[in-house]
């Protein structure tokens, strides 16, 4: 290759790769009001294509200072915006008479701040729909929990739609495991280590419900122990085993083609969801689980950062999930029983977010639910560092060569004592295994790419 040539090659290259680092920018952004009070925003995007969201700004005071008039009073928009946009011109509609009250648009005092966001950051909320009319590629995203329609805790959340948390752990260096200190521990599967995950991830903000896994398994529905009329359907989906989840067609009986890091099966609830929503559902590797549980509390702490007291009954965690002694189990003399199973969400398993959610606006990761993880169990996973304990070459072994017998399970119940709810905690059972106190949330990609 001659000099000329070679110039001109290192010139395309260098162009190229600036414009695949092109950073998604809004322009020209316009916002008028009419006299039906329905207000217009238009805006231009380069270098898309983008997530876009929207903040309204207000002035009132005639200062300097610019302050949004909070998520809550902005959900009543539509048009570009909450999803992926393409470059060039758009609008967005919103009716701030429907959801901001005591409005005020005084002229030079309100504006449209609208953010965009490349597709490999994508906003802190996802909204994906799973109802029997749910499309493909049409989630939603949001900024911030205030501006996720009806509030996260909405019952939608719990029944047609998945809602999904992002959390940040790409490059975070934090320790896994637990010390003496929490005196409940148990040493060889819990031994401290420290872990770096490589990526960001989107979470369930809830445990997969009932309802939800009839709508992407309705070749089994009502599978649950737990399954009274009167509120089953935001109760947490149990036995289901780990197999039917991502290995197998409505069935105990895994093929191990499908193992991770393989695709899902496709008739199983995993590859079901797949096909339905077009995006990357995967159970968390247990690793991811423990992040996201501990929500940057470490040793010693509940996921809200309150201390584990490791007592029978401990008063913190009854502010954060079901458990033994608080109300999954029913004190009967000087014991306690199993509930009923036509017992209402009193005892039992609980709706899910019926109690406070950890430091990262997480529900139930403490108690409620046993919660199935991608990997194979093995006593001491100092060794992998936080890799998914599954042998990529050999999917049927974990990654020190030994066979895989066991999965892993996070959380703890309804059923089980304090000690077994700590972020910690390292459960196993058999992939074949269905009880009343093992269900699963979901995870994803963070980010379109």
Not at 144 to 149: G, K, M, R, T
Not at 356 to 379: K, T, V
């Amino acid at each position: 290759m001659n000099t000329k040539s070679l110039l001109l090659a290192v010139l395309t290259a260098a162009i190229a790769a600036t414009m695949q680092a092109a950073v998604p920018r809004v322009s020209n952004t316009q916002m008028t009001q009419a006299a039906n009070r329905l207000v217009t925003i238009t805006y231009e995007l380069a270098d898309g294509p983008a997530v876009i969201t929207l903040d309204i700004e207000t002035n009132v005071t005639g200062t300097a200072e610019w302050g949004s008039i909070g998520g809550a009073n902005i959900q009543q928009v539509t048009g570009d915006v909450w999803k992926k946009v393409e470059t060039g011109s758009h609008t967005m509609q919103w009716r701030p008479d429907l959801s901001w009250p005591d409005h005020k648009i005084a002229a030079g005092g309100t504006r449209a701040a609208i953010t965009a966001w490349a597709l490999d950051n994508t906003p802190d909320y996802m909204v994906v729909d799973i109802s029997a009319a749910a499309q493909s590629n049409t989630q939603k995203y949001y900024p911030a929990a205030d501006f996720v329609p009806g509030g996260v805790t909405n019952g939608l959340y719990k029944t047609t739609k998945l809602l999904m948390r992002k959390i940040m752990a790409k490059d975070v260096e934090w320790t896994m495991g637990s010390t003496t200190l929490e005196t409940k521990r148990n040493a060889t599967r819990e031994a401290t280590h420290q872990v770096t995950l490589t990526n960001n991830y989107y979470i369930g903000v809830f445990p997969v419900t009932q309802a939800q896994w009839d709508l992407i398994q309705p070749s089994r529905l009502a599978p649950s122990y737990f399954n009274n009329a009167a509120d089953r359907a935001m109760r947490p989906v149990e036995q289901v085993c780990y197999n039917e989840i991502r290995n197998a067609a409505n069935s105990t009986t895994a093929d191990t083609a499908y193992d991770w890091p393989h695709d899902p099966n496709p008739g199983s609830f995993l590859g079901l969801l797949r096909t339905k929503t077009g995006l990357d559902f995967d159970l968390p590797s247990e690793a991811q689980w423990e992040f996201a549980a501990r929500a940057g509390n470490g040793d010693t702490k509940w996921g809200d950062g309150s201390g584990i007291l490791n007592t029978d009954k401990d008063g913190n965690l009854d502010l954060l999930g079901r458990y033994e002694r608080d109300g999954g189990k029913v004190l009967s003399g000087s014991s306690y029983a199993i509930p009923a199973q036509s017992c209402g969400a009193a005892n039992g398993t609980a709706i899910v977010g019926s109690y406070a959610p950890n430091a990262w606006g997480i529900y139930d990761m403490h108690g409620n639910m046993w919660e199935w993880c991608l990997d194979w169990y093995e006593d001491n996973i100092n060794a992998p560092g936080g890799k998914v304990n599954i042998d990529p070459a050999a999917s049927a072994n974990t990654l020190s060569g030994a066979s895989g017998a066991n999965r892993v399970l996070r959380g703890g119940s309804w059923s089980d004592a304090v000690g077994y709810c700590r972020p910690a905690f390292r459960n196993r059972i058999t992939p074949t295994y269905r009880g009343n106190s093992c269900g699963f949330r979901v995870l994803c990609s963070a980010g379109l790419q």
